[in-house]
């Protein structure tokens, strides 16, 4: 406490021109001067350089017509949509990409990881030579060899594999009805909303009744049976307005349902696989971080193998695995700029791609680019890290 | 991920290297001793690298026909490999003295881009190629198709205008890679691969069974293919647009490598201006007098370079068609030397 004071006092004392806080201060904002300068000169430089160079610049041409066509659109989209609508059809793609590839990986990662450690010699093996030679072979190489191997083993459109007549498997992908919403179908969204509000709302109530009681509530099987009951006696009850639009051979492809590309078969395969393996990894190092005792300690508790790995380790693994897990979701969703390499029409290949080149505007469209892998990046983190001081330990 | 890596690099290149690429890239080629080119990274017949590393084709022999022109040796010049993507990014930052890679002259490449295209080495179009299985004998049959090409071309567009002017649904499937376009094609994930017909007669040879496919006659766009420049370097732009005047030129006089050194006794006095006997047009593009001779004699003329990389006598077994001299019927035009 003394020393404090005195501290203080010696501080009042001296000029301002040693004061520690104001030269930190002007440090500070000499250096954020510094780097205004710099990023100022950098654009002003880059815009100079290219106005001598005839090239033209600006953002006006993300208004501009493209004029060429996208394999596969989420939105609407057409020859007469503009660059800036490219833009969110690249955007969209990407996105899907990365979050279906995101939600395979980590469920194939935990399986391996956990397969990994399995007493069960031959399993073991396999998630080893599986983890092993996956994660030693370049990305570019996997998604040539899905592409390519699923593409040649698959027959053409008019020998195409098919499920009695309403899905069909051949080398433009796969076919499936897409249900066709009609009147009073309005009538199931409401049944299913109501169903997952049920749910969270019994989740709810079973924990507090068993931090009570101690009684447990089927809350898995219960949650299961609203979602899929409510929905179908609504649909019952409001006369089966769902109808489904069947994929019909017409000339060379399919026409009409739901179709999906073997470029992104093969995309998602391959990063989900790739990335899977190192998602494995983390997830043995963080199941290895629990120290054995606490399962000794579960088991000497009455708790079967099953619950202790559910209730007991996993949940103290999750703090070492979350933090580079998240790297990993990270990568994925940046490897996936690969899809160019197979035409997966993603926001490198449509926009980062076909546009720069029409456009010749290399600086604006990767400067657009590039703002949306770190946006997508920072996201990802975010939500990682709230999940992760979710289940990060909380002391009472 | 390997090329956004390029491609910014480049990018940040724009801004930075204040004006790397000046006027003066004779001066800076002459300095350097050898000339930068930007080819093809492989399509047969254009430019193509065998298993030796050594390139061959049309567009790698206007590289070395300017090598001979500006240091009188074909050796000097150095080729970098470039996707549709690159291409133009590399030739703007710097990276490369000139870009001779079958890239079509269009307006908006030659206005907006910095670039000047300094003639034209081919007269090309596009077409389609199928399966004979399929039966097809039309390019307007091909409604509903699924349609590979690469990215980064004229030939996306040129699709989406055909298909859509008559009102014929289609799918295009844009590959990177040219490479991966065939295989993707060979493995029945297209109807249809679309590019230059050139080129189709160039990938078809790449194919596991060339002779179960066809090239549709239609042609639907004109792709005249020709060798550019930075612009604003007059100097530079004019010794590579004269290099291939004079391979024309020399076709026309009948000039060609194996009686150059005949034809330079000749009383003909177009032939003695365009191999330096008399007069001295080589000091107008800073060059020695006998630049065009060096040409001539070192690479061939127009004729010769066109029957030995994709001639009838080559497996592309392309005729002259369009590229004909002007006199045969064709387009190729040179203006005189004089």
């Keep these: 406490m003394a020393g404090a004071r005195t501290a203080e006092e010696a501080a009042k004392k001296v000029a301002w021109i040693n004061d520690p806080r104001i030269r930190g201060l002007a440090y500070q904002i000499v250096l954020i001067a510094i780097i205004v300068l710099l990023g100022y000169e950098f654009i002003h430089n880059a815009a100079l350089n290219l106005e001598k160079q005839n090239i033209a610049s600006g953002f006006g041409f993300l208004k501009n017509t493209s004029g060429f066509a996208i394999v596969q659109t989420l939105i609407d989209y057409s020859e007469e949509s503009s660059y800036g609508r490219v833009f969110f059809v690249g955007l969209l793609n990407t996105i899907l990409v990365a979050v279906i590839g995101i939600?395979?990986?980590?469920?194939?990662?935990?399986?391996?990881?956990?397969?990994?450690?399995?007493?069960?010699?031959?399993?073991?093996?396999?998630?080893?030579?599986?983890?092993?030679?996956?994660?030693?072979?370049?990305?570019?190489?996997?998604?040539f060899f899905w592409y390519f191997a699923v593409l040649r083993s698959l027959p053409n459109p008019r020998q195409s594999l098919?499920?009695?007549?309403?899905?069909?498997?051949?080398?433009?992908?796969?076919?499936?009805?897409?249900?066709?919403?009609?009147?009073?179908?309005?009538?199931?969204?409401?049944?299913?909303?109501?169903?997952?509000?049920?749910?969270?709302?019994?989740?709810?109530?079973?924990?507090?009744?068993?931090?009570?009681?101690?009684?447990?509530?089927?809350?898995?099987?219960?949650?299961?049976?609203?979602?899929?009951?409510?929905?179908?006696?609504?649909?019952?009850?409001?006369?089966?307005?769902?109808?489904?639009?069947?994929?019909?051979?017409?000339?060379?492809?399919?026409?009409?349902?739901?179709?999906?590309?073997p470029e992104f078969v093969g995309l998602v395969l391959a990063l989900s696989i790739y990335t899977a393996t190192f998602i494995a990894e983390i997830v043995r190092a963080g199941i290895l971080a629990v120290s054995h005792g606490q399962t000794e300690a579960s088991y000497s508790l009455g708790l079967r193998p099953g619950p202790t790995l559910r209730l007991v380790v996993i949940p103290q693994a999750m703090r070492v695995i979350i933090p580079p897990l998240t790297s990993q979701y990270?990568?994925?969703?940046?490897?996936?700029?690969?899809?160019?390499?197979?035409?997966?029409?993603?926001?490198?290949?449509?926009?980062?791609?076909?546009?720069?080149?029409?456009?010749?505007?290399?600086?604006?469209?990767?400067?657009?680019?590039?703002?949306?892998y770190l946006g997508l990046s920072l996201v990802t983190s975010l939500f990682m890290n709230w999940y992760n001081a979710r289940m990060a330990l909380v002391e009472r | 991920m390997k090329k956004a890596i390029v491609s910014v690099v480049v990018g940040v290149t724009l801004g930075v290297a204040a004006t790397a690429a000046s006027a003066g890239t004779l001066d800076d080629v002459k300095a350097k001793g050898f000339i930068q080119c930007g080819v093809n990274p492989g399509l047969p017949g254009f430019s193509n690298p065998d298993d030796k590393g050594n390139w061959t084709g049309i567009d790698v022999d206007v590289c070395r026909a300017v090598a001979a022109a500006v240091f009188g040796d074909t050796t000097k010049v150095k080729f970098t490999p470039l996707s549709a993507k690159e291409r133009f990014t590399a030739l703007q930052t710097g990276e490369i003295d000139m870009l001779s890679r079958n890239s079509?002259?269009?307006?908006?490449?030659?206005?907006?881009?910095?670039?000047?295209?300094?003639?034209?080495?081919?007269?090309?179009?596009?077409?389609?190629?199928?399966?004979?299985?399929?039966?097809?004998?039309?390019a307007l049959e091909l409604s509903g198709a699924s349609v590979c090409t690469q990215t980064g071309t004229t030939?996306?567009?040129?699709?989406?205008?055909?298909?859509?002017?008559?009102?014929?649904?289609?799918?295009?499937?844009?590959?990177?890679?040219?490479?991966?376009?065939?295989?993707?094609?060979?493995?029945?994930?297209?109807?249809?691969?679309?590019?230059?017909?050139?080129?189709?007669?160039?990938?078809?040879?790449?194919?596991?069974?060339?002779?179960?496919?066809?090239?549709?006659?239609?042609?639907?766009?004109?792709?005249?293919?020709?060798?550019?420049?930075?612009?604003?370097?007059?100097?530079?732009?004019?010794?590579?647009?004269?290099?291939?005047?004079?391979?024309?030129?020399?076709?026309?006089?009948?000039?060609?490598?194996?009686?150059?050194?005949?034809?330079?006794?000749?009383?003909?006095?177009?032939?003695?201006?365009?191999?330096?006997?008399?007069?001295?047009?080589?000091?107008?593009?800073?060059?020695?007098?006998?630049?065009?001779?060096?040409?001539?004699?070192?690479?061939?003329?127009?004729?010769?370079?066109?029957?030995?990389n994709v001639g009838p006598d080559?497996?592309?077994?392309?005729?002259?068609?369009?590229?004909?001299?002007?006199?045969?019927?064709?387009?190729q035009y040179a203006p005189p030397v004089r």
């Design chain 1, 103 to 143: 939600v395979l990986a980590t469920v194939i990662g935990f399986v391996v990881g956990i397969a990994r450690l399995s007493n069960n010699w031959v399993i073991s093996r396999v998630a080893t030579v599986y983890v092993e030679l996956v994660r030693n072979i370049p990305l570019l190489l996997q998604l």
């Design chain 2, 104 to 138: 079509t002259w269009t307006m908006s490449r030659d206005t907006s881009l910095g670039l000047n295209f300094t003639g034209i080495t081919y007269y090309d179009g596009q077409g389609f190629m199928v399966r004979k299985s399929l039966g097809v004998t039309s």
């Design chain 2, 314 to 331: 080559t497996p592309l077994g392309i005729s002259r068609g369009l590229n004909a001299l002007w006199k045969n019927g064709g387009l």
């Design chain 1, 330 to 372: 990270l990568n994925l969703t940046k490897n996936s700029s690969l899809a160019v390499a197979i035409a997966y029409p993603d926001l490198v290949s449509v926009f980062a791609g076909t546009v720069l080149n029409q456009t010749g505007q290399a600086v604006e469209v990767l400067l657009i680019t590039m703002l949306v």
């Design chain 2, 155 to 308: 030939t996306e567009l040129n699709i989406a205008d055909f298909f859509r002017s008559n009102n014929m649904p289609y799918e295009i499937v844009a590959f990177e890679k040219n490479d991966e376009v065939v295989q993707a094609y060979d493995a029945g994930r297209c109807d249809v691969h679309s590019t230059d017909a050139s080129g189709l007669h160039a990938e078809r040879l790449k194919l596991t069974n060339p002779g179960d496919h066809v090239i549709l006659p239609e042609i639907i766009s004109k792709e005249p293919l020709g060798p550019v420049v930075r612009q604003g370097d007059d100097g530079w732009f004019n010794v590579v647009k004269w290099t291939l005047f004079a391979m024309v030129n020399a076709e026309e006089l009948g000039v060609t490598s194996k009686n150059v050194d005949e034809m330079k006794a000749s009383e003909n006095p177009e032939i003695k201006r365009l191999l330096g006997t008399e007069g001295a047009f080589g000091e107008g593009i800073a060059l020695g007098n006998d630049w065009a001779y060096n040409i001539v004699k070192m690479v061939g003329n127009y004729g010769e370079i066109f029957d030995a």
């Design chain 1, 162 to 261: 098919e499920i009695s007549g309403s899905v069909f498997l051949n080398n433009r992908g796969f076919f499936l009805p897409k249900p066709v919403f009609g009147e009073g179908a309005g009538l199931i969204g409401i049944a299913l909303i109501v169903a997952i509000v049920a749910t969270v709302a019994i989740r709810f109530w079973a924990h507090r009744r068993q931090d009570r009681t101690g009684r447990i509530f089927p809350v898995f099987w219960t949650g299961v049976g609203l979602l899929v009951g409510l929905p179908l006696v609504a649909f019952l009850v409001a006369g089966m307005p769902v109808t489904l639009d069947y994929s019909v051979l017409k000339g060379f492809n399919f026409v009409g349902g739901l179709r999906v590309i």
